[in-house]
């Protein structure tokens, strides 16, 4: 049966980019998956935006700074995106052993973003989004899987 999730109030809140679990990478402390994600737009273009983003207090500020064109953002961002995600949703489960029992709990169930209004990351309205947060939380988990 598929697990939903997408608010960061419900029992798979800590599957949500906007879970408060905080990681270290780039050598750098990140508040959440978020805060990560939405400097990395800007990481190479605007260094001290994407600082800025990093250093707010929540994940939907950090998710309003980065939808800024204001800034540039980096030329290879459509393609480099999921790559980044995985990076930060896989340091996030490194980090956190709690998550990572938690996660690998959900066994071989499809993990699906429920957003209603993200086509990409989530499943959209009705269904038909790509969901791709949900595909990298699976290959995260069958990689930690793989490697305990």
Same mark, same amino acid.
């Given at each position: &049966? ?6 960061? &109030?419900?029992?798979? !809140? ?7 679990? @905080? ?6 402390? *990140? ?25 707010? /207090?929540?994940?939907?500020? +950090?998710?309003?700074? @980065? ?9 290879? *961002?459509?393609? +480099?995106?999921?790559?980044? &995600? ?15 029992? /938690? ?17 990409? *990351?989530?499943? %959209?309205?009705?269904?038909? %989004?790509?969901? /791709?947060?949900?595909?990298?939380? &699976? !290959? ?9």
């Amino acid at each position: &049966m598929p697990i939903y999730f997408y608010s960061n &109030m419900d029992e798979y !809140a800590y599957l949500s980019n906007f879970s408060a679990h @905080g990681f270290e990478l780039d050598r750098v402390y *990140w508040p959440t998956v978020e805060h990560y994600f939405q400097a990395q737009k800007f990481v190479e273009t605007d260094p001290p935006y994407a600082e800025k983003i990093r250093l707010v /207090k929540t994940p939907k500020q +950090a998710k309003t700074l @980065g939808r800024s064109r204001e800034h540039p953002i980096r030329a290879d *961002w459509d393609t +480099a995106k999921d790559e980044i &995600m995985r990076q930060a949703v896989l340091k996030k489960f490194q980090t956190h052993a709690s998550l990572r029992e /938690k996660l690998l709990a959900t066994g071989d169930e499809e993990l699906i973003e429920n957003a209603p209004t993200d086509y990409y *990351w989530g499943a %959209g309205r009705n269904g038909s %989004g790509q969901n /791709k947060l949900g595909q990298i939380l &699976m !290959a995260v988990r069958s990689q930690l899987r793989d490697s305990e």
